[in-house]
């Protein structure tokens, strides 16, 4: 085994604390996946390696899992991801029209990357920005409807680096870091919440002896008012000794499902 | 029917250009929810909930209160947040990620306290970037702010909460899917029933999954109480409830409406809705609750937004997206392009969705393009009864999850509503729109 990394010490860092979030490791998957295309952009395979170390599983499971999502690229995409979304809200306000103006204006067809590898274009599903449409977004950062001039004039932006202040490079999806949190362990959690189960459990049993007895009482009253058989008193416990029952009641084993 | 003056549950400080930051929370009663539910006793807060009986607003409209009284009996459990927003023209919960991120948390909050989970993980869609640094970001004030973490408020009631991101596939909205995805895997539908997350979730632990509307409900439910909530609508459909409205209208939005006491009508037309049909056209078609819903055409305009008469009348109100075509809409092209969308988005798993998508894309980019068939026509339904057998409402399901038989919807509608623009595409050999 390697003793060196193709993730960086920070990225390996930041990888080891989002692990730490979760009861089981695999669950940082696609976090770590981010953080590795944060890193170079996409997600190589050298990144792949280091992530299956990471979360002790093999670089096939990671590339077969993140093969499945749109958003990780297992090959090289431009410093600039531009999507356009062609769903039914923007294709009714021109949004093919505005992807065949981005295919010839960037002389790529959609999912190519531009020859200086700064632009790779994107065909979308809805990126749920409907109310501005057709709707485009860089980076996964919404940029507002765009037209054919529009779209132009913000491709002319990106590449002069006059966005990139609010449009990270591709790869940087969450610039917070998360700073709180696990300020309570697990033990501490785990205490508090059975405290409230067997809370919740005495409640509960209190209230099916309550209307056990209650049952009983009927019963037995039912049975003085019909006949001087001195049966009906009879109460057995159940299990766990918590409730009772009558024996008319047997066909409601459950008194609380009711 | 009217608009009525309803009050804002979820859309109260929209207005406020830094509604997103901890200080307009606190400035407007943020995280009084929060402190009078750590007043109340879990149980209550649940019976809270389950008394106003909310329509889940994710899309399956389930009663929020019904799903945590399926977990009950089991103590070890997760609360999972849908912030997975992907049916198209649904963009409710993106304005609430991102505008009110600590509505959101506060929900989730008073929701973790009432089932007694052990964490919480809130799913937000990968393509939400700003929306995932909004709430990372409040989450992390919210823990300075001493009501997340440990012992919130001095109750004694801890609970951690982790933000985690999505990475572009529509299916990882589907509840189970979304679990596979948390777990690092494939989004994946889990088969159900017989075992629901309420009992088989997250890890194999009982697990909630609900959606950011019906988290970000709460705060409001537990400071005005249930009587209030219950006061507003009519019948199930208790409360207000975010519409977006997108597609050929002057106003394309988000609104929070009472539900039944509005209609479409309403909605699309009202001057501070939809403010009408745009360039002065009439009104082709609209589809009532996601692409996965059967549209309604003009005479159905009138019809109240209320989940049980949208199911009444043949659809569904689903993820509350409403978009509306104009009579110079192509609905070969409009109902092309949503089969396109699922034919991309078919997980693969089950053969009728993942085979049927594509056939049926197929045939209606051979129509929209001029080289269909007139027998193209029964053939497209045929193969969407293969996916749905009988093509009813709600349709008989063939595969894991719905998915599949959602596709059907707008080809199914199409042809029954504009069956003649279908046959000029195919004997004019191409489309008239263009």
């Known amino acids: ?258 | 029917m009217a608009i009525t003056d309803a009050p804002k549950i979820v859309t109260s400080r929209l207005d406020h250009a830094d509604s997103h930051t901890l200080e307009r929370y606190l400035a407007t009663g943020g995280y009084d929810g929060l402190r009078k539910a750590l007043t109340m006793t879990p149980e209550a807060v649940a019976a809270e909930v389950d008394a106003v009986s909310l329509l889940g607003r994710g899309g399956a409209g389930f009663p929020a209160g019904r799903k945590w009284s399926m977990l009950r009996k089991a103590p070890v459990t997760y609360l999972v947040i849908n912030g997975d927003e992907s049916e198209p023209a649904t963009f409710k919960d993106h304005l609430l990620i991102e505008r009110d991120p600590h509505q959101l948390l506060e929900g989730v909050l008073i929701a973790a306290y009432a089932l007694q989970v052990t964490q919480v993980f809130i799913y937000i869609r990968g393509e939400f970037a700003l929306g995932l640094e909004r709430v990372q970001s409040a989450l992390n004030d919210a823990y300075a702010h001493g009501a997340v973490g440990a012992d919130i408020f001095g109750s004694g009631f801890s609970i951690d909460v982790v933000v985690h991101p999505g990475a572009g596939a529509y299916i990882c909205g589907e509840e189970t899917a979304l679990l596979e995805s948390l777990e690092g895997k494939r989004g994946f539908p889990r088969i159900k029933p017989p075992f629901f997350p309420a009992a088989i979730g997250l890890y194999g632990e009982p697990t909630v999954v609900n959606n950011v509307e019906t988290m970000s409900s709460l705060p409001w439910i537990i400071v005005n109480g249930r009587d209030a909530f219950t006061a507003l609508g009519e019948g199930r459909s208790t409360g207000t409830r975010l519409f977006a409205l997108a597609g050929h209208v002057n106003k394309p939005g988000v609104f929070e409406v009472e539900m039944v006491k509005t209609t479409f009508a309403d909605l699309i037309n009202a001057p501070v809705l939809g403010g009408g049909v745009r360039h002065g056209r009439d009104l082709k078609a609209f589809i009532p609750g996601g692409v996965s819903a059967p549209w309604f055409g003009p005479d159905q305009i009138d019809l109240p937004l209320g989940q049980d008469e949208v199911a009444d009348a043949g659809s569904m109100l689903g993820s509350g997206s409403v978009v509306v075509m104009d009579d110079h809409t192509c609905a070969v092209r409009a109902s092309w392009r949503i089969t396109k969308f699922f034919a991309r988005e078919s997980c693969g798993q089950c053969t009728p969705c993942r085979e049927g998508s594509g056939w049926l894309l197929k045939i209606m980019e051979r129509i929209e393009s001029g080289r269909g068939r007139e027998e193209d026509l029964d053939l497209l339904l045929d193969v969407c009864d293969n996916i749905a057998p009988g093509l009813t409402w709600p349709p008989q399901q063939t595969t894991i999850c719905v998915l599949g038989p959602s596709i059907p919807s707008s080809i199914g509608s199409a042809i029954k509503m504009f069956r003649d623009e279908f046959l000029v595409h195919i004997k004019e050999g191409g489309c008239p729109y263009e």
């Not at chain 1, 997600?43 to 170390?53: C, F, G, K, W, Y």
């Not at chain 1, 009906?232 to 609380?256: I, L, R, W, Y």
């Open chain 1, 1 to 258: 085994m390697s003793t060196t990394t193709h993730l960086s010490a920070d990225t390996m860092t930041r990888a080891r604390e989002l692990i730490a979030l979760y009861p089981e490791p695999r669950s940082a998957m696609i976090p770590l996946c981010h953080l590795a295309q944060e890193q170079d952009g996409w997600l190589t395979p050298e990144a792949m390696a280091d992530i299956a170390d990471l979360l002790g599983t093999t670089a096939a499971e990671v590339l077969g899992t993140a093969s499945f999502y749109d958003m990780l690229h297992t090959e090289p995409v431009g410093t600039h991801v531009v999507s356009v979304c062609t769903n039914i809200a923007c294709l009714l306000n021109g949004a093919l029209e505005l992807l065949e103006h981005a295919e010839h204006s960037l002389g790529v067809n959609s999912g190519g990357t531009t020859s200086d590898g700064t632009i790779t274009l994107e065909e979308a599903e809805c990126l749920a920005d409907c109310d501005r449409a057709p709707c485009v977004q860089v980076n996964h950062r919404f940029v507002g409807a765009q037209s054919a001039e529009s779209f132009d004039r913000l491709v002319g932006e990106l590449r002069s680096g006059a966005r990139d202040a609010e449009i990270p490079q591709h790869g940087t999806l969450n610039r917070v870091r998360r700073t709180g949190g696990l300020g309570a362990d697990g033990a501490r959690i785990a205490a508090e919440r059975l405290a409230m189960v067997e809370a919740i459990s005495a409640r509960a049993a209190a209230a099916k002896a309550a209307e056990a007895a209650r049952l009983a009482q009927a019963a037995k009253a039912a049975d003085e008012a019909r006949t001087a058989e001195p049966a009906a008193d009879v109460v057995h416990s159940d299990g766990d000794a918590k409730t009772a029952e009558s024996p008319q009641s047997a066909d409601h084993p459950d008194g609380t499902d009711g």
